[in-house]
């Protein structure tokens, strides 16, 4: 149900698709050269692509480094490997050779650094002279070296009890967690360890010392943040002499209703530490458990002093004069506009820099000069790049139907290194050479890391459709055709309902919600951006707070309409309704509320009843932005008296049509019994239903057998009510 905008899909991606990397077994898997039996995209195809996963260049701008990760469904593993190209695209090379994945590479001193079996190595760009630098038993989960080599931050876990009490060592053999507090789980596991951050010496042979300080002694705070933060969130200074550091230093109730992290500044020396997102002295005001905050103003001199919202991944200029960081404005709500944040040393302003610019900022990166800043964002459903200076005057870089995914200095100079994917094509690195204007910026592909397998596939083609919404809005849709489309035949059409409930429906390319195998299998796509979204400014985004059921549900019915009245090729008798997260409770809605539209729906991960989801969901800030109030306050506020009104579960008498329900047991953000809920009222109601149950998922489904069987039964559904 959340919105992750920390270098968006990049990071996203790795967590995805590496999973825990001391956990591989020893199993060598490589690139698949594989040869497809046919010109359609299959779920054995899509899970045979590699997945670039981050990108680095040297600092002669001459190499790039940048790690791979490799599938096998037989196995059911995956296979991390590090690669390096020259900047001009030639002399590509893997240089992992070892059944251990190898992963986190980084330029250090004209070496590749990485981690493997929880250590920290090194390596000359070619692969030899392969070196252990840190012993540490295997515990090293993140690591950034300072620029003058002399120390090294080390990300490590460390045993946590303040929320889920240890057992009695008497009782080894106990299973029961004892938990006091909440916030005791996260995503997909119970919080039992923090990670914190630890300073050790590089010696003169490279090694590191085993004697490590910890930045965080004493503090029961995580840094990295949890779900997905990592070394990003951690930032050396130019001079090696102070750290800038993400955390929100709360713990249990506190944590679970507040969004309230901030960048602090730790002196290596002194080991003393300063808050640079809030003065000193400063008292946050208490909140209430079930408040919403949503009466905060965005734009009052208090708000942007004390920055009680989301404060990520600092990172400092190449003087060292200034920090920037991603800034959110407002406490408790995860999906405000991420913007970037610039802190001056010697006058101690924050100055935001992207206000132009009324969407997020999903990453960014320093000019040599430290006069300009990079970044993307998305607009109109496509992430691009685009640069601001410190006045704030905010200029384009790139207008492609793609999505950046990162983006990094290439060289010395003003050339950018950025990851790019697109609803037609898999993620390839990328060389950026910005212009003047958009038209005069120079784009080179620089990886052609699945080539091999798109060359033999015939891709379904993407159209851009405007549609009027009934508030009287342009909502614009991505339409994908099927593969071998023929403008004079009736296809079955799916509506692609969108999580979130504000992640932009942009041109990202998804190893399971993938437009393009949907087209394989003979459909036509039907993806609206609808109120809610983010790209189309601020107004629009935050539309759905509070508004679940209301103009976001008319959006989608006028999507799927426009495309049944006025596209010849779909096919008005054989329409479906597919979502995950929001997007799967929109299909449960949808089930109860859409006068016989669909013949068929698929919901994976969906809340169905919001009364239990508002307790069952780890993140209480979530429910109390999105829903306005708990549902046991008496005196609610009317979105939240229409949020509770409309939870899809109280439309099941209604429901009259076919239903696939597909959810993770380890999904602690959609709790699974939402699924069994929605499948057991369908089969009490004699709706034709089936439940997809995955014991050893998450919000997601990370296993490749598990994908494989996610897409044979999802298509499996769809053909059996849509092409008789």
């Given at each position: 149900m959340k919105t992750y905008r920390i270098i968006v899909a990049a990071v996203i991606a790795l967590f995805a698709q590496t999973g825990n990397t001391k956990a591989q077994n020893a199993v060598n898997i490589g690139k698949n050269n594989i040869t497809l039996s046919s010109r359609l995209m299959t779920p054995e195809a899509l899970w045979a692509m590699g997945r670039i996963a981050s990108a680095e260049a040297s600092a002669d701008g001459q190499q790039i480094v940048y790690q791979v990760g490799y599938y096998s469904v037989k196995e059911n593993k995956g296979h991390q490997v590090i690669c390096v190209i020259n900047a001009d695209g030639k002399n590509n090379r893997q240089l992992t050779t070892a059944a251990a994945s190898e992963t986190d590479p980084t330029w250090v001193n004209g070496r590749i650094a990485f981690l493997t079996g929880g250590e920290i190595w090194s390596m000359e760009r070619d692969g030899s002279d392969r070196r252990q630098l840190s012993k540490t038993d295997g515990s090293v989960e993140g690591f950034k070296f300072s620029p003058d080599g002399r120390k090294v931050i080390i990300i490590k876990s460390m045993a946590f009890n303040e929320i889920i009490k240890k057992n009695p060592d008497d009782l080894p053999l106990a299973t029961g967690r004892r938990v006091t507090?909440?916030?005791?789980?996260?995503?997909?596991?119970?919080?039992?360890?923090?990670?914190?951050?630890?300073?050790?010496?590089?010696?003169?042979?490279?090694?590191?010392?085993?004697?490590?300080?910890d930045i965080l002694e004493g503090e029961p705070y995580e840094c990295p943040m949890e779900p997905f933060g990592g070394i990003e969130q951690l930032a050396w200074s130019p001079s090696s002499k102070s750290i800038a550091y993400t955390c929100r230093k709360k713990t249990g109730l506190d944590y679970a209703i507040s969004t309230d992290s901030d960048i602090f500044l730790y002196e290596v020396d002194t080991k003393e530490t300063r808050n640079l997102c809030k003065p000193e002295g400063y008292k946050p005001v208490a909140v209430k458990p079930t408040h919403t905050m949503k009466d905060q103003n965005v734009n009052s001199e208090e708000n942007l002093k004390n920055n009680p919202g989301y404060d990520t991944n600092p990172q400092f200029s190449p003087d060292g004069k200034h920090v920037a960081w991603q800034s959110m404005a407002r406490d408790g709500y995860e999906a405000d506009r991420n913007r970037l944040c610039v802190y001056t040393f010697a006058t101690g302003e924050k100055t935001y820099v992207t206000e132009?610019?009324?969407?997020?900022?999903?990453?960014?990166?320093?000019?040599?000069?430290?006069?300009?800043?990079?970044?993307?964002?998305?607009?109109?459903?496509?992430?691009?790049?685009?640069?601001?200076?410190?006045?704030?005057?905010?200029?384009?870089?790139?207008?492609?139907?793609?999505?950046y995914l990162s983006i990094s200095p290439a060289n010395n100079g003003n050339k950018l290194l950025a990851m790019r994917q697109s609803l037609s094509a898999p993620t390839d690195i990328y060389v950026i050479t910005p212009g003047k204007d958009v038209k005069k910026t120079k784009i080179e592909q620089i990886t052609t890391e699945n080539k091999h397998i798109t060359d033999q596939l015939s891709l379904g083609k993407v159209q851009q459709r405007w549609v009027k919404t009934t508030d009287g809005k342009n909502m614009l849709c991505w339409i994908i055709l099927p593969s071998d489309f023929d403008e004079n035949k009736k296809y079955p059409t799916l509506l692609f309902c969108e999580g979130g409930p504000q992640s932009p429906v942009s041109q990202f390319w998804s190893y399971r919600w993938n437009f393009q195998i949907m087209a394989a299998n003979g459909y036509v796509i039907v993806a609206p951006n609808r109120h809610g979204l983010p790209g189309f400014g601020s107004e629009w985004n935050e539309q759905v707070s509070g508004d679940w059921t209301g103009q976001c549900m008319d959006d989608y019915l006028s999507a799927i309409d426009d495309a049944a009245a006025n596209l010849p090729f779909v096919d008005r008798d054989r329409l479906g309704a597919v979502g995950a997260s929001f997007g799967g409770f929109s299909v449960y809605y949808l089930a109860g509320h859409h006068d016989k539209r669909f013949k068929c729906f698929i919901s994976h991960d969906g809340a169905f009843n919001l009364e239990s989801m508002y307790t069952d969901t780890e993140e209480a800030w979530f429910s109390n932005w999105e829903y306005d109030d708990a549902f046991w306050n008496k005196n609610q506020t009317a979105d939240a008296r229409k949020t509770y009104e409309n939870s899809p579960h109280k439309f099941v008498d209604r429901w009259d049509t076919p239903i696939l329900c597909i959810h993770g047991e380890m999904d602690y953000r959609i709790n699974y019994n939402q699924g069994m809920g929605a499948f057991n009222a369908a089969r009490m109601r004699g709706i034709p239903a089936e439940l997809l149950i995955f014991p050893d998922e998450n919000h997601w489904v990370l296993k490749p057998q598990n994908g494989v069987l996610w897409q044979r039964t999802f298509f499996g559904w769809l053909d059996r009510w849509l092409k008789k």
């Amino acid at each position: 149900m959340k919105t992750y905008r920390i270098i968006v899909a990049a990071v996203i991606a790795l967590f995805a698709q590496t999973g825990n990397t001391k956990a591989q077994n020893a199993v060598n898997i490589g690139k698949n050269n594989i040869t497809l039996s046919s010109r359609l995209m299959t779920p054995e195809a899509l899970w045979a692509m590699g997945r670039i996963a981050s990108a680095e260049a040297s600092a002669d701008g001459q190499q790039i480094v940048y790690q791979v990760g490799y599938y096998s469904v037989k196995e059911n593993k995956g296979h991390q490997v590090i690669c390096v190209i020259n900047a001009d695209g030639k002399n590509n090379r893997q240089l992992t050779t070892a059944a251990a994945s190898e992963t986190d590479p980084t330029w250090v001193n004209g070496r590749i650094a990485f981690l493997t079996g929880g250590e920290i190595w090194s390596m000359e760009r070619d692969g030899s002279d392969r070196r252990q630098l840190s012993k540490t038993d295997g515990s090293v989960e993140g690591f950034k070296f300072s620029p003058d080599g002399r120390k090294v931050i080390i990300i490590k876990s460390m045993a946590f009890n303040e929320i889920i009490k240890k057992n009695p060592d008497d009782l080894p053999l106990a299973t029961g967690r004892r938990v006091t507090d909440l916030m005791y789980r996260h995503w997909d596991h119970y919080v039992e360890t923090i990670q914190h951050p630890f300073i050790a010496d590089v010696n003169a042979d490279g090694t590191i010392a085993s004697t490590m300080t910890d930045i965080l002694e004493g503090e029961p705070y995580e840094c990295p943040m949890e779900p997905f933060g990592g070394i990003e969130q951690l930032a050396w200074s130019p001079s090696s002499k102070s750290i800038a550091y993400t955390c929100r230093k709360k713990t249990g109730l506190d944590y679970a209703i507040s969004t309230d992290s901030d960048i602090f500044l730790y002196e290596v020396d002194t080991k003393e530490t300063r808050n640079l997102c809030k003065p000193e002295g400063y008292k946050p005001v208490a909140v209430k458990p079930t408040h919403t905050m949503k009466d905060q103003n965005v734009n009052s001199e208090e708000n942007l002093k004390n920055n009680p919202g989301y404060d990520t991944n600092p990172q400092f200029s190449p003087d060292g004069k200034h920090v920037a960081w991603q800034s959110m404005a407002r406490d408790g709500y995860e999906a405000d506009r991420n913007r970037l944040c610039v802190y001056t040393f010697a006058t101690g302003e924050k100055t935001y820099v992207t206000e132009s610019f009324d969407s997020n900022v999903d990453a960014f990166c320093w000019s040599a000069d430290s006069k300009t800043l990079s970044f993307i964002g998305v607009w109109h459903g496509c992430v691009n790049a685009y640069q601001t200076n410190l006045n704030g005057d905010v200029k384009q870089l790139t207008n492609d139907w793609a999505d950046y995914l990162s983006i990094s200095p290439a060289n010395n100079g003003n050339k950018l290194l950025a990851m790019r994917q697109s609803l037609s094509a898999p993620t390839d690195i990328y060389v950026i050479t910005p212009g003047k204007d958009v038209k005069k910026t120079k784009i080179e592909q620089i990886t052609t890391e699945n080539k091999h397998i798109t060359d033999q596939l015939s891709l379904g083609k993407v159209q851009q459709r405007w549609v009027k919404t009934t508030d009287g809005k342009n909502m614009l849709c991505w339409i994908i055709l099927p593969s071998d489309f023929d403008e004079n035949k009736k296809y079955p059409t799916l509506l692609f309902c969108e999580g979130g409930p504000q992640s932009p429906v942009s041109q990202f390319w998804s190893y399971r919600w993938n437009f393009q195998i949907m087209a394989a299998n003979g459909y036509v796509i039907v993806a609206p951006n609808r109120h809610g979204l983010p790209g189309f400014g601020s107004e629009w985004n935050e539309q759905v707070s509070g508004d679940w059921t209301g103009q976001c549900m008319d959006d989608y019915l006028s999507a799927i309409d426009d495309a049944a009245a006025n596209l010849p090729f779909v096919d008005r008798d054989r329409l479906g309704a597919v979502g995950a997260s929001f997007g799967g409770f929109s299909v449960y809605y949808l089930a109860g509320h859409h006068d016989k539209r669909f013949k068929c729906f698929i919901s994976h991960d969906g809340a169905f009843n919001l009364e239990s989801m508002y307790t069952d969901t780890e993140e209480a800030w979530f429910s109390n932005w999105e829903y306005d109030d708990a549902f046991w306050n008496k005196n609610q506020t009317a979105d939240a008296r229409k949020t509770y009104e409309n939870s899809p579960h109280k439309f099941v008498d209604r429901w009259d049509t076919p239903i696939l329900c597909i959810h993770g047991e380890m999904d602690y953000r959609i709790n699974y019994n939402q699924g069994m809920g929605a499948f057991n009222a369908a089969r009490m109601r004699g709706i034709p239903a089936e439940l997809l149950i995955f014991p050893d998922e998450n919000h997601w489904v990370l296993k490749p057998q598990n994908g494989v069987l996610w897409q044979r039964t999802f298509f499996g559904w769809l053909d059996r009510w849509l092409k008789k």
